[in-house]
């Protein structure tokens, strides 16, 4: 029997292509797919790229002054394997149909949006250590069941990325380790940086539930396989423990075990500070974006001098 | 901001003597040279190749997914070619 795709309702393949996805066989490029399905996925895959592309920033702004040589070889190892996420991502999302340079015109007008975790100054030596551990952390909490997306190329950058954010968790935690066993001015600046980027991590699942109104269909398409708070609160309860490990505090006084839910409790999120830094309000977004744009101009002569290049080996190639 | 934009490669790497060439994903390069240098940062970083192809996306070909079904239906009724379907004696040795 042939089952000719041109033949059918958009009902028919609508029901086809979600038949599929609960049975858990990918999505490939090529396979028919609704429009929606593809929108929402090229804005939460570009949004992803975006925030590994633009996430390298802060940490870069430490490489030069790492303390050891050992700390800055880390350093630029891990902003390294953030611009391959980027990569990795930016390749997944075009096989959607859009274009590179069209991705990051939405990124460079303001359009695209990226994590806002990327919007707050690295103020310590401390903080590298924080953002390893808290930052790099919340992203591997929402990123591993992502590895089982419903769409292949999506799916398969996710595994890859996985892989390597690992050592990029573990890389923080032990600068951490370092400052909390080193003198009370080190333990200071230790504690300072978790103060200032536990919050801001817990943000970085997004709204509660109740105000995630795209949930439901994102799961059904899984594209998304737990709900934020679920996420946020596997999160906290894995901090709570591992902070015990550094000697150091979680900055919510609310944190408290709770035996009946074999959770951790904690306490009330500052939504309008979120919301106030994803309308671009946040410490460093003028800055970040700023950053970004001018990396692009002051790449154009790279970019045209390499074209140049291979159009000048593809004549000597015809020559000979 | 119109640019020329530098073509797409799709990207095999080889992970050890022995092994195929495995599809890694694509990137933008000008030509087959950079591809292969970008390749080999953006996949290889942890020593995951010992061999790069790379090949221009529009030079692949691929077969549709829309036929999958009649595509592939001609190996559909031939259980024969696969050796469980010879019915033998246990006592046959060395088969
Ligand atoms: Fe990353
Ligand atoms: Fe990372």
Known sequence: MRVNIHHMSVQDLEKIFQDKIDADIRIEPKDWMPDAYRKTLIRQMSQHAHSEIVGMLPEANWITRAPTLRRKATLIAKVQDEAGHGLYLYAATETLG???EELLEQLHTGKAKYSSIFNYPTLTWADMGAIGWLVDGAAIMNQVP???ASYGPYARAMVRICKEESFHQRQGFEILLTLSKGSAGQRRMCQDAIDRWWWPSVMMFGPNDDASPHTAQSMQWKIKRFSNDELRQRFVDICAEQVKILGMTI???????NEQRQHYDFGAIDWDEFWNVVKGNGPCNKERLAARVRAHEEGAWVREAATAH???RELKKDRA | MAENQWPLWEVFIRSKQGLDHKHAGSLHAADAQMAIENARDVYTRRMEGVSIWVVESKYVHASSP????????????????HPTFYDLPDELKHM
């Open chain 1, 251 to 257: 900055p919510d006084p609310d944190l408290k075990w």
């Open chain 1, 146 to 148: 992502l590895c089982r």
């Open chain 2, 66 to 81: 829309d036929d999958a079904t009649s595509f592939y239906e001609p190996a559909n009724d031939k259980v024969y070619r």
């Open chain 1, 98 to 100: 859009a274009g590179r």
């Open chain 1, 310 to 312: 291979a159009e000048k």
